[in-house]
C-alpha cells in the first residue's frame, strides 16, 4: 500500500487536538502523560517511518520530519517520546538489523506493543560515547551485558532497547576495542530501569526518563546489530535522524511561540491600545517569525539530503552532507526555538513565566534540546571543522 501523506497528516493533526487537554493536564500535576501512548496507537502514528513491509507507514524523511513538526507543538515532552521510539529506536533496527530482527521487533513497535529507546549515554560518556564502560561477552549463543545507561528516553517504559557496549575481551587502550550495538529486551533478567521523578527535571515532567543498569543481561547472538565491532558506526548514524527530529520537534515549538504570542498580543492591552501595536513587541514576533522560516528552510533541506543518502546507502559523500546539514539544522533550530520561547514569554509578560501557559512550557521544556542528540559545543566543532579541514578538527 502506497504512502499516504495526506492521511498522515489528518492523523497527525486528530491526535494532537486529542493530546493536548491531556498534556495540558499531565503538566500541571507535573506526571508523566499516560495518554500520549494509547492516543498514538489509536491514530496509527506508532510506526509512522517504519516501513509498511514491517507494518509501518512508510514515511520518507521529508514527510516524517513534518509530523514531528506538528507534533512538537503540543510540546517538546511528546515529540521526545516519538524520537525516543522511531528516530532513534526503531530506524537503527530498521537500518542495520538483520530480516530476522527487524520481523522481531519492528510490526510490534509499529502497533504500539512494544516501546522502543536508544541507549548510548552513560553517567561518564555524554558528548564522548567512547568513554562509555558497559561491555558484553560472547559465550555460545547468546552475549552478556553488563552497565549503566543514563538520562534514556523512554527508559523506563521501554519493552526493547538499542545498547551499546565494548567487548570485553579487549582491554582499555587495545586498538581492537571496539563498540557493538545490541537490541536488549528489557524484561530480560538482570536489566533493572529506574525512572527519573519528573520534579527531578528542569523541565519536560510529562516524558519518562531513565537509568538502567545491566548485571549479567543474556543476550540473544541475532539480537546484535551489524556485525560485531559496527556500534560506533550505527551510534552516529542514528544521531543523523535523531538530530533531525530534535530539529522538527523544535521547528514546532517556534510555530506555536508565534502562534501564542500572535493571539494574545492581539488580546491583551496596555497603554490604551493591544501591545500588538507596540513596536518592541512587534520586534519579538519579527524575531520568531524568522527563526520560523529559516528552521523550516534549513530542515526541510536536510531532511531532503537525509533522503537522497538513504536512497544511495553505499555514497559516502551523500552521507557526509546528509551527516553536517543535520548538524547544523540541530544546532541552529534549537537555539532559535529557544531564542522564540524567550520572546514568546516575554509578550506574555507575567503570565509568560507561569507553565500554566504554553510559552513557559515551552521554554523550560526546550532548554535539553541543545544538549540531547550533541550538545551546542560538539556541533559547533563539527560544523567548524566541515569548513575549516578534516586536519582541523578538535578531537580525533
Known sequence: MPFDAAKLVADVEAFCQEVRPEEELAYAERRFNEQAVPLAKKFNLMGMNIHPEYGGRGADSVNYFKALARIGREGTTVRTFFSGHLSIGAYPIQTWGSEALKRKYLPAAARGEK???????????????????????????????????????????????????????????????????????????????????????????????????????????????????????????TLVSGRLSVAAGCLGVIEDCLAESVEYAKARTQHGKEIARHQLVQEHIAHIEMDRIASESLLLRAAEAKGRSEANPANKELLREADLLAAQTKFFVSNAAWDAADRAVQIWGGKGWSTLYRPARHLTDVRVCRIYEGTDEILKLKIAAAVLGKEWEAFK
Open 115 to 237: 516501546i522502543l529507546a536508544f541507549g548510548l549515554t552513560e553517567p561518564e560518556a555524554g558528548s564522548n560515547p567512547r568513554q562509555m564502560t558497559t561491555t558484553f561477552e560472547k559465550k555460545g549463543d547468546h552475549f552478556v551485558l553488563n552497565g549503566m545507561k543514563y538520562l534514556i528516553s523512554n527508559g523506563g517504559i521501554a519493552q526493547a532497547v538499542v545498547v551499546f557496549g565494548y567487548d570485553a575481551a579487549f582491554p582499555e587502550g587495545d586498538p581492537n576495542r571496539r563498540i557493538s550495538a545490541f537490541v536488549v529486551d528489557t524484561d530480560a533478567k538482570g536489566f533493572e530501569a529506574e525512572s527519573f521523578s519528573p520534579n527531578a527535571k528542569m523541565g519536560m515532567p510529562t516524558s519518562n526518563t531513565a537509568m538502567f543498569e545491566m548485571h549479567d543481561v543474556r543476550v540473544p547472538a541475532e539480537n546484535l546489530l551489524g556485525e560485531l565491532g559496527d556500534g560506533f558506526r550505527i551510534a552516529m548514524g
